[in-house]
């Protein structure tokens, strides 16, 4: 068995963190999540009911709404407390939460129908391990977000000093282009889904103008003009087993 002090990817800790949290507080904050959230559940449409095994997923983000959602959720974390902000769910039994290598899932092939994956991929160094196991776990689809390097993100290696003076708790992450995911994903049979560029506009730039209405404008405006679909970033990346119904 695998104990706790061999996992070698722990990211989710982090991301699992009352800190990280802040940087999705306040009225910016919750539009980003409620972003999220719609891009989500239209992905999830054709899955009504399915079994959805969270990697990664202590940050909450999207646990609520997939439990209002009528879905089956289990978070995996790599660490007990990774549970502490969903904990009140994981009370009312409305989620399950388990600790487990996300290099190394604790459950046999095909054991949930969708696997999502959100604030992880980008700080994980066996990205391509990681997929696989994502892909190996997934009956019909694999959901996960990450920073395209075909956006303003490949800026940010740059002005990573003046991004944390600006965020304060930010960290460097990988960016990746959605070829390079593709390939990964091909390998393990599954199949381009759909995706969703989620902002044109940094979301550095959001947090700091901290005026929801006004970044809904402005992302209002860039996708009407395409800039969205062909810069946006983050994406949110849907994966489908191929042959799977």
């Keep these: 068995m695998i ?24 009225g910016v904050g919750r539009w980003f999540l ?21 990697v990664g997923g202590g940050h909450g983000q999207i ?9 089956d ?4 974390g790599s660490d007990p407390i990774c549970a502490q902000r969903i904990q009140p769910y994981i009370d009312a039994r409305r989620c399950s939460f388990e600790v487990g290598d996300i290099l190394n899932l604790p459950y046999p092939d095909k054991a949930f129908g969708v696997v999502i ?11 391509e391990r990681f997929i696989s196991e994502l892909c190996r776990v997934a009956e019909k689809a694999v959901i ?23 965020e304060g708790n930010t960290r460097h992450y990988t960016n990746y282009r959605r070829a390079d995911l593709l390939r990964a994903f091909r390998e393990h049979c599954f199949i381009y889904g759909e995706s969703y560029a989620q902002y044109f506009v940094p ?6 103008l901290q005026v929801p209405t006004v970044s809904e404008r402005m992302e209002r405006v860039a996708r009407g003009f395409g800039l969205t679909q062909r810069w946006g970033s983050p994406v949110i990346l849907k994966m489908i087993r191929e042959g799977a119904g």
């Design 3 to 26: 104990t706790l002090a061999e996992f070698t990817e722990t990211a989710d800790i982090e991301t699992s963190s009352d800190g990280y949290a802040t940087r999705f507080a306040g």
């Design 34 to 54: 409620s972003v999220q959230e719609q891009a989500t559940l239209r992905m999830l449409a054709p899955y009504p009911g399915a079994t959805v095994l969270d």
């Design 63 to 71: 646990t609520g709404a997939l439990i209002a959602g009528g879905f």
């Design 73 to 76: 959720v289990t978070v995996v």
């Design 117 to 127: 994956s959100y604030r992880l991929l980008p700080h994980v160094t066996q990205w």
């Design 144 to 166: 996960l977000d990450y920073p395209e390097v075909n956006s303003v993100n490949a800026f940010v290696p740059l002005f990573f000093n003046f991004k944390k003076q600006l």
């Design 203 to 208: 979301m550095v730039v959001h947090r700091k």
